[in-house]
């Protein structure tokens, strides 16, 4: 099976760097298999490709190589890493973009060289390409760098039960959808308040009338709010980190 190497980053496809870590790789590792998880990640957001390669990165069988390059401070003195974790390798800075496979019992992780000849401002083409692609040829983990006891981790919140039997939480990402997806464990029947906003938990969008306001279990487990047909973030001006509590329905 030709190696699966996934690409995440904030490049978009307007310009070329894309296209340039797709050169370096195919360069290096001709039958790799090049997999977009997604180059729309917002300038800079850190936050927003931590919940991203939470999703995806152990959906791909083992073995796979995610690159992600979400790095705002490239050329700093920031590390740049490598990570060994569930038996997958993920390549990219140390800023906690990385976390979730850091979080994996096991997890192994090394600081990864950075040449003189490296360019202070695109690290995607010329260190954390060229890293993925020696894993991709089967070079030892453990010998690609020194290894680091402590790499950034960063966590989504928990939510908490309040004095008054609710749970308290907050929005961690609104989709392209406009759907406000929170930390609050999935309960159906219960009740979301966000603002001055409720809205009953439901199955699907659909038990909820056009335009009617609904919060559904999402595919993560967590309590999504949404508008049926619409867009729940510009109509109620709902932001990350937005506080939503949820009560039992009765």
Do not use: C
């Not at 790789?25 to 729309?40: F, G, K, N, R």
């Not at 973009?97 to 997890?107: C, D, M, T, Y």
């Not at 690290?123 to 790499?151: C, E, I, K, Q, Y």
């Not at 999402?218 to 508008?227: K, N, P, Q, W």
């Amino acid at each position: 099976m030709p190696p699966i190497i996934t690409l995440t980053t904030d490049f978009g496809t307007a310009d070329g760097y894309v296209g340039e870590m797709k050169g370096v790789l195919l360069s290096l590792v001709p039958e790799a298999q090049l997999v977009d998880i997604t180059h729309d990640i917002p300038p800079q957001d850190v936050e927003r490709a931590r919940l991203t390669l939470a999703r995806t990165w152990r959906r791909f069988p083992p073995g796979t190589i995610h690159v992600v390059v979400v790095d705002p401070g490239v050329g700093s003195s920031r590390s740049a890493l490598a990570v060994a974790s569930h038996e997958r390798f993920l390549v990219g800075p140390d800023n906690g973009v990385l976390s979730p496979a850091l979080l994996a019992p096991g997890a192994r992780a090394i600081d990864l060289p950075v040449s003189g000849s490296a360019s202070a401002t695109f690290h995607g083409r010329d260190v954390f390409a060229p890293a993925a692609a020696a894993l991709a040829n089967g070079a030892d983990f453990d010998a690609l760098g020194a290894p680091t006891m402590s790499p950034v981790v960063k966590r989504t919140p928990e939510a908490k039960r309040a004095a008054d039997g609710s749970i308290e939480g907050e929005v961690v990402v609104v989709d392209r959808f406009g759907n406000a997806v929170t930390n609050l464990i999935g309960l159906r029947g219960g009740v979301v308040q966000v603002g001055s906003s409720t809205m009953p938990v439901r199955r699907t969008y659909s038990e909820a009338a056009p335009g009617a306001l609904v919060a559904v279990v999402g595919s993560t487990g967590f309590i999504e709010i949404a508008i049926r047909d619409g867009d729940a973030a510009r109509t109620l001006g709902i932001e990350r980190g937005a506080r939503v509590s949820l009560r039992t329905a009765r």
